[in-house]
């Protein structure tokens, strides 16, 4: 009997939360607003089971405009995982930065802060580390932090970030299920 080829599950993954995980309902306040995108769980589950960190870093700047408050935010956040069903803590850790983007900030995305320093707490290899989001400032962050970065792009035809995914160099795929099993042979 042959024995199983051996596959490389990343370290960690930090992952953009709207339009990553759950559907991209702009300035989401409500919990009952929350839709896992397909395939989530699955993925999830999947790195979990191989040891694989998982990392939520969100930006929020609808805090930062007085639409909705950090409690809603975390409210959201929960129903999230409740959905997910996978128990109460999937991450290791969870940045939400709620700056407007015209702000000063330290953690809000391009920023790569959040990631290098749950790499160095964790003592995680950058180079089995990824960065998964949907919108270029997820992408921005995990290059200049020196880690791999995947996009998600659920219609290629309404790929209105193309142009700078290319330019990056970032790999899209139609879910987060889709890019673990390009990733993971």
Known sequence: MATPARVRFPAAVFLDR???????????????????????????????????RLFLFTNQSGVGRGYFTLADVAAVNDRMVELFGLGADPFTAVCIAPERPDEPSVYRKPSPRFITEMLARHALDPTA???????????????AAGIRAAAIVADPAADRHRARREELGVAAHPGLLD?????VR
């Open 129 to 143: 580390a990824w960065m998964i989001g949907d919108a270029p400032s997820d992408w921005e962050a995990g290059i």
């Open 18 to 52: 709207d339009g990553t995980l759950i559907e991209d309902r702009h300035y989401l306040a409500d919990p009952a607003g929350v839709a896992i995108l397909p395939g989530v769980p699955e993925a999830l589950g999947r790195l979990r089971a191989a040891g694989t």
């Open 179 to 183: 890019w673990l099993r390009a990733v």
